[in-house]
């Protein structure tokens, strides 16, 4: 009898069609309610879903959340489920923490928004220099804006056009890092709407961990600012290798470019951030989605020098609309949400216990995956902890993506979602909050022993 193929990923083709055919026909049993919300919400919303990548996660349809308190989502067929994806880490500290909610029902009957600053403003920019170590700081309402009024800044400040990033980074939706390489040619990537100008005009993309190709990149001497996470996040996990942002930060240096941090995944290393917990001197730091405790908010900082110089830009630019801030930009309910969420909850004794049940959850994982002789790897970055098809963790973008497995990570998220287990969509991203509970990490590394013992 001939033995079933084998995908790269050590999983029998066979076995998964099965399971997944299986497992979609139990989402709609168990979930009728959302199947009934979703075609309602389908008459007036395109795509069925208030954004249209909420139909990625690989469900016959989208469920629908009812409410969402701590580490557990309630959605309206009434299953409980751990959540582990808290929002892609918009809630890393958890669903409406109390201290937040305080805060955000104090403000909320002493005004919403005046385009004006408050007490909270300053005291959040001092808490946030006294964690990330930099002592100037702006506000934003996401991190794709932080991300995009940082690179407006700089270039500004250097006079400099050209930025540099890293294959297959993410950085919101900044319209400058969608260039890829494919086939070692900087390429707009395909799947970007509406873009009408060529992006790799002013856009240098090389490999992460790749030291001759940044400096090769930065030799010019028009590159601005390389705008990177310190850990690759969004594409599985890409670490650095020992020694790599050292002597990227020193080539950078040398070159007269500015080095900007995206700490809006990898601050679940710590209330400093990894770069912080790591060393790194970055010129500037973007962080977003955990910085109000799940409120659109986001902040990012600079160097003292750096500073001076983005000053002098704006003073000596002519007046008008300088392209940086929105009206709802620091409202007084997003500088409560911060103000409780750096004063009360961005703390080492809150991250502790997150990362010591991360580590407990990689463990779990790497034992589960020994045990079935899986060629796959687990990496953990504080509270974060990523699984990734492939043998070894990837050096780079490239390598990272040619381990990703649509289908296998659609049935398997799906798999778990029936058992009201909730991970991150697009990837396999877990993450811990302070209300994780040690019986669900065992529950989660349960399930995924039982997935692989029907697949494998």
């Known amino acids: 009898m001939q033995t079933p193929p084998l995908r790269s990923s050590g ?43 909420m139909n990625d996660w690989g469900t016959p349809f989208a469920l629908q959340v009812a409410s969402a308190q701590g580490a557990q989502l309630l959605d309206v067929d009434g299953h409980s489920l751990a959540d582990f994806c808290l929002g892609d880490t918009g809630a890393m500290f958890g669903h409406a923490p109390p201290v937040v909610t305080t805060a955000l029902q104090h403000q909320a009957a002493m005004g919403l928004t005046t385009m004006l600053p408050n007490e909270d403003g300053a005291v959040v920019a001092a808490l946030l220099a006294a964690r990330f170590g930099l002592p100037m700081w702006q506000f934003a309402m996401t991190a794709t804006d932080a991300n995009r009024f940082v690179l407006r800044w700089l270039r500004a400040a250097t006079g400099r056009k050209t930025l540099l990033v890293f294959n297959g980074c993410y950085h919101g939706t900044v319209e400058d890092v969608f260039v890829d390489l494919v086939e070692g040619i900087a390429t707009q990537r395909d799947s970007l709407l509406g873009q009408v100008h060529d992006l790799t005009a002013h856009t240098r ?65 710590g209330p400093g951030g990894y770069a912080r917990a790591h060393g790194l001197q970055a010129d500037a730091i973007v962080v977003g989605k955990p910085l109000g405790g799940g409120m659109p908010c986001a902040a990012y900082g600079f160097s003292a020098e750096l500073a001076e110089r983005v000053v002098a830009a704006k003073r000596n630019a002519p007046p008008g609309h300088s392209g940086i801030g929105t009206t709802l930009t620091a409202n007084l309910l997003a500088m409560a949400a911060m103000r409780a969420t750096l004063t009360d909850l961005m703390t080492p004794a809150t991250f502790a216990p997150m990362h010591a049940l991360a580590a407990l959850l990689a463990q779990g994982l790497q034992e589960v995956l020994a045990r079935h002789q899986m ?41 778990l979602l029936n058992r009201e287990l909730l991970i991150t969509p697009f990837h396999n991203m877990m993450l811990m909050c302070p209300a994780t509970r040690g019986e669900d990490v065992a529950r989660l590394v349960a399930a995924v022993d039982a997935f692989l013992k029907e697949c494998v």
């Open 11 to 53: 999983i029998s083709a066979l076995a998964l069609h099965a399971l997944l055919a299986r497992e979609r026909a139990l989402y709609i049993q168990r979930n009728p309610r959302s199947q009934a919300q979703a075609a309602r919400a389908a008459q007036h919303l395109l795509f069925g879903v208030p954004l249209h990548w």
């Open 205 to 269: 993309v090389v490999e992460f961990n790749d030291l001759a190709a940044l400096e090769e990149a930065l030799k010019p001497g028009d590159v601005a600012c390389v705008l990177a996470e310190p850990v690759m996040t969004n594409i599985g996990m890409v670490l650095p290798q020992p020694g790599f942002w050292q002597q990227a930060q020193a080539l950078i240096q040398q070159h007269g470019a500015m080095l900007v941090l995206d700490e809006t995944h990898t601050i679940s290393s």
């Open 375 to 415: 060629p796959w790897c687990v990496t953990q970055v504080g509270a974060r902890v990523e699984f990734q098809f492939c043998a070894k963790p990837p050096l780079n973008g490239t390598e990272a993506g040619l381990a990703m497995d649509a289908e296998l990570e659609h049935a398997m998220h799906l798999y």
